[in-house]
């Protein structure tokens, strides 16, 4: 039944492309532009998720004039894994990147780029900000991605402090600075600058915009802190670990821990005084909702120039923020798990003229679905070996379900955890021994299983693992899950044939990748 369903919502993919292409090429229409705008650290907590404090008019335009799709969920919460799965339209055991340093291209010479896909198209294209990881980018920012030179924005972090080379400073900033004082709103003028010169070019273009905030340090213009009083925030409700959760799904919030105005709190103890102290909670909280709306007046100023140059109409615009945060639930900071607060991701988009707005698709997807959408909505042919599947339809009727669950990842050590969410439930198997779908799936390396119920348990105080009242739920979500493995391996096994791989990964990349992935 379960695969039933999933292949059902695959050959609704497929037919739609094969019998009615959301774009239909003449000779007369130019294929749409794409305003690719990557978000570092964002999670959904702006209006269009349900939040009612955050002062986002930039992303709440977009929602309102596009779509804001509910239930997207990340491949890998840390950026230079979850950023080369965006951009190669594969899960992390195919690009082999678990990690932070890890080029693609260097592990997987055969991957192509979204842009770079495009570029094989007819289109030009151009990057400023933060779009691959920058630890783990090849030079140029992954040349082979771009038409035009890669525009580097890179400037001092902070304005008030100057931190030892290699050091870090406070994890928090409020200076009474302009906003080009910082990396963003330098990487909304060089965006807006590329837009004129890729008009001029007049082919149709695929343009990057990366914005580092609100990613740590939570640094941003005063103005953007006086947007909030502080006694709007209240801190995570539920700060323990989940009742019957391995300890493998948690980690010590060591990047927050980093910053030098931190104490060495007790990330997920049981004991209430080795808590982070709630008035630097709060703080950070404030500090995360400042660093966020300063991030989204620079969007605004890119989706204005858009308009000036009258290229809305005819322009995709997708935004993504690369993972989710914790906020404190659990006792964590930071993100680097498999929980709920760290994969679920802000991924909206906006159409070219005529397609829905104010829409709320709600079937489950992940950010591999990105690359495959963005080819379908354009006529740009899609890759066959790409692991998502175009959310064109859930554009077309927001209660389309084209998924019956969202996958997500997250190493530990030898350790994977390998995490299914659907609408009520998420079911995350820790499977030992470097396992990666390159294997075939065995029962027999499992360490731990977790399953959370958030129609009951919306903060995943509770495992219900064992429990008998969800025995029958257990069975089901264990079968969906030996069915998701058997696939995967299954698509590896393609794609290694496809990119004719003679050696194994379960050598140093991959040990390498658990090591850094489990790094805070
Ligand atoms: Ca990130």
Known sequence: MNKLIQNQGLNLVLMGLATVPAFSQSKDVKRPNILFVAVDDLKPLIAA?????????????????????????????????????IMTGMRPDKTRVWDLVTDFRQVNPNAVSISEHFIKNGYESAATGKIFHMGSAGPGHDAPSWTMPYVNVKVATYANSTPDK?????????????????????AAEEGIKLMNQLKEK????????????????????????????????????????????????????????????????????????????????????????AATSYMDAQLQKVLNEL??????????????????????????????????????????????????????PTTQCEFVDIFPTLCDLTGVPTPKYLDGVSLV????????????YAMSQYPRSKSMGYSIRTKQFRY??????????????????IEAVEMYDYVKDPLETKSVIGDKAYAKDEAMMKDMFEDAMEREHKQYVN???LANWQTPISTDSNKKGRKMGSIE
């Open 49 to 85: 998720y349900g939040d009612k404090i955050a002062v986002t008019p930039g992303m709440d335009r977009l929602a309102k004039e596009g779509f804001a799709f509910q239930n997207c969920y990340v491949q890998q919460a840390i950026s230079g894994a979850t950023r080369a799965s």
């Open 166 to 186: 290699g050091k870090k400073g406070p994890a928090l900033e409020c200076a009474d600075v302009p906003d080009n004082t910082y990396q963003d709103g330098l």
């Open 202 to 289: 007049g082919k149709p273009f695929f343009l990057a915009v990366g914005f580092i905030k609100p990613h740590l340090p939570f640094v941003a213009p005063k103005k953007y802190w006086d947007l909030y009083n502080r006694d709007q925030f209240q801190i995570a409700p539920y700060q323990k670990k989940a009742v019957g959760s391995p300890e493998m799904a948690y980690h010590v919030s060591g990047e927050l821990k980093s910053y030098t105005d931190i104490p060495q709190f007790d990330s997920y103890s049981e004991k209430e005084l080795e808590y982070l102290p709630v008035d630097k909670q709060k703080e950070l909280i404030h500090g995360y909702y």
């Open 307 to 360: 308009d000036r140059l009258g290229l809305a109409e005819n322009t995709i615009v997708v935004l993504w923020g690369d993972h989710g945060w914790h906020l404190g639930d659990h006792g964590l900071w930071n993100k680097h798990t498999d929980f709920e607060n760290a994969t679920h991701a802000c991924m909206l988009m906006r159409g070219t003229k005529g397609m829905l707005q104010n829409a709320k």
């Open 393 to 404: 339809p859930a554009m077309k009727n927001p209660t389309v379900q084209l998924r019956e």
């Open 428 to 445: 995350t198997v820790w499977i030992g021994d470097y396992y990666s779908a390159e294997k075939p799936f065995s029962a027999a390396k």
């Open 495 to 497: 794609y290694s044939k």
